[in-house]
């Protein structure tokens, strides 16, 4: 995975005998000095490690950005579980140290060492401690593969890749570009968790307070949700009810005579019944309550910034995930408390009709791509005449993306089969193979796993000559479960895939614009007084910068997005607009986004 004049600085701890964290300089330019490939002053400098969650959080603190990095576990997953990499020794060898899970993201603090590098030679154990790993270096870079594991990675990974190629240049090629993306993605969700999100807790606190009533005592209902249990209690003549429990509810309303399976919002809205609508209130200020009350604001929110915990690749089709704070599931009313910094403005981005535009690219279709040119993709369905409406043409193309096979989905996806035969045939195919228990893989290789044991012995059980009937409708159910999974699996982890371009392209035109030296705020280091990313949400970034940045930065998002579309589909004719607003909230800058794209070249 190296380029002809790279600098490869592997970064790991090098165990017991040598406590010392150290960067090791590896072949290809072995004349660059090892301090300044580590201080970023070599261009062509390239970090590979085991865990940027461990390493990169350090560096940050140190006021140091790195450029681009080979995030060694991230990799290692993907390479493994990549057809294209089946037959590598990395991937038929067994599980290691590199199979294991990443470290939890660092926080730096006052136990933080002054810089990462103490030493770069690797010479010296410690003096006051010799031989003692723990003494040196945080446990967290402790767990960490050592420098012997971190350089034999780094090699079998490059071979992975180079033999691929055995099957084409261009998956090798594709393999590299996926292995950079998530890497950068990696890089970029450390920043943002650095940098933080812009909160203003007292808006926050405003909202609650609309919405639930003063702030109540720990371990108490707010004075609203207390309202509505009151009423659900008169209304359903329960007077102990606790409407937090399932099953106190769900007797309660049996017992007036309601046919309820479950208290889900679409199951209890079709009943007529005046508990319903105290209840399905109480609900939703529930989840607002626990999800991101006082309690979520007193945790997450701190010096004025949200910090969550990204999960780069944390979903199994290369979505990312979150492991704390909930950053992917920030609710519509709670969007007016991320405010920029005074002379501050944030620029908000959503990719439109992301993943139907993925898969026309994929597929190549070429008609497909021409609705969507410089207009809404669904409005362009329609002026073709393949359906007579926008809404229309967006459940039917949701239905081609996740296998709708009922209601208006049904019935408009014939069409959509014969307008655009080449990109609904694509996920057809990924259905069928799914279908059959077969692996399917993205545009640049990332691999779907194989249904578990489960799935196949119901499948062999349905074989059986003497299989019942429920058998055989088991294993019919299992296996269009299986293919819908699959069909969307090539589509949504190829926007994954374009999504991490996109950030990678992006963060690069950020850095490059440079520094507003009278930019006011408290940003942390390196970003002081630059445009830098603090939010992802799968087709959708913010980036905060000082206002005199606001519109070039408006322009490079597209830019980016643009040449994204180019690194994953080459120069076939798909475009990828976005819909971006500027403001100084996030909520308004969501309501008042324009629709652009980049001029056609």
Known sequence: MRQARDVIVVVAHPGARDPEPRAVVAVVAPEAPARDAVLGTERAVRWAW???????????????????????????????????TASSALATGA????????????????AAPTTLFEATDGDAASDEHPGDSSAAVPAELARTPDVDACLAELAAQDAAVAGSAIAG???????????????????????????????????????????????????SRPPEMERLAARV???????????????????????????????????????DHPAIAPLLEYKKLSRLHSANGWAWLDEWVVDGRFRPEYVVGGVVTGRWGSSGGGALQIPRTLRTAVRADPGWRL????????????????????????????????????????????????????GALYGGTT?????????????????????????????????????????????????????????????SDGAQSQARAQTRAWGRFTRNFVVQGTAAEWALCWIAELRRRLWAMGVDEDAPGAVRAPFVGRPHLVYFLHDELVVHCPAPFAEAV?????????????????????????AVGVATAYDTAKDTATLRRDAPR
């Open 50 to 84: 085991a865990d940027t969650t461990a390493w990169y959080p350090r560096l940050l603190a140190d006021g140091v950005r790195v450029e681009r990095c080979l995030d060694l576990r991230l990799t290692h997953r993907l390479l493994r579980a990549s057809v294209a």
């Open 95 to 110: 599980a290691g140290a590199f199979d294991e899970p990443a470290a939890a993201p660092a926080e730096p603090g006052p």
């Open 169 to 219: 240049s261009a998956v090798a090629g594709r393999l590299r570009l996926l292995v950079a993306g998530e890497s950068a993605g990696a890089l970029a969700a450390a920043e943002m968790r650095h940098a933080g999100l812009p909160w203003d807790a007292d808006v926050h606190d405003e909202v609650l307070r609309s919405r639930l009533g003063p702030r109540p005592a720990r371990g």
């Open 233 to 271: 209690r008169t209304e359903l003549d329960a007077p102990t009810l606790n409407p937090d429990s399932l099953p106190d509810v769900l007797r309660a309303l049996r017992r007036v005579g309601l046919p309820v399976s479950s208290t889900r919002q679409w199951e209890l809205a079709n009943l």
């Open 347 to 398: 620029v908000v981005a959503d990719a439109a009709q992301l993943e139907p535009r993925v898969l026309a690219g994929m597929a190549h279709d070429e008609r497909m791509a021409a609705a969507g040119a410089g207009r809404d993709l669904y409005a362009g369905i329609v002026e073709a005449g393949v359906v007579p409406e926008r809404a229309l043409a967006k459940v039917g193309m949701l």
């Open 407 to 467: 209601g208006a989905s049904a019935s408009v996806l014939p069409r959509l089969l014969q307008a655009f035969p080449r990109a609904t045939g694509l996920v057809e195919e990924a259905a069928r193979a799914g279908e059959r228990g077969e692996i399917v893989s993205t545009l640049l290789g990332r691999s779907s796993p194989r249904p578990g044991a489960a799935w196949l012995q119901v499948q062999a059980d349905a074989l059986d000559p003497d299989a």
């Open 554 to 578: 408006a322009d490079a998002v597209v830019e980016a997005a643009t040449a994204a579309g180019r690194l994953l589909f080459g120069s076939f004719p798909i475009e990828f607009p976005l």
